[in-house]
Nanobody, 115 residues
Framework: QVQLVESGGGLVQPGGSLRLSCAAS????????VGWHRQAPGKQRELVAS???????DYVDSVKGRFTISRDNPKNTVYLQMNSLKPDDTGVYYC?????????WGQGTQVTVSS
């Protein structure tokens, strides 16, 4: 069964940085578009960054210039580098892929930005 595992979250002060990782088992991420989603407390889950199989990236306006999504194909991992973090970036971050009509999600990793 496809499994995605996120890691790298934590507590960080405003202005700080974190790098999230999404590792996969039983599939090769290089063949799929991958998205990073965020669910803030009391809000709907939103897509914040995505990377296509071809390497094209896209970001929600609120994170442009601060977040970078990238792939490491030999490690079968997708990263989300988050810089200049703000309190509004707080939430649970999930990676996601779609295979046919099925979406696969990891368990999420908590990011808390607070002084």
């Amino acid at each position: 069964q496809v499994q995605l595992v996120e890691s790298g979250g934590g507590l960080v002060q405003p202005g700080g940085s974190l790098r999230l990782s999404c590792a996969a088992s039983r599939i090769l991420l290089r063949f799929y578009d991958v998205g990073w989603h965020r669910q803030a407390p009391g809000k709907q889950r939103e897509l914040v960054a995505s990377i296509t199989r071809g390497g094209r990236t896209d970001y929600v306006d609120s994170v442009k210039g601060r977040f970078t999504i990238s792939r490491d194909n030999p490690k079968n991992t997708v990263y989300l580098q988050m810089n200049s973090l703000k309190p509004d970036d707080t939430g649970v971050y999930y990676c996601n892929i779609g295979i046919g009509d099925t979406g696969y999600w990891g368990q999420g990793t908590q990011v808390t930005v607070s002084s």
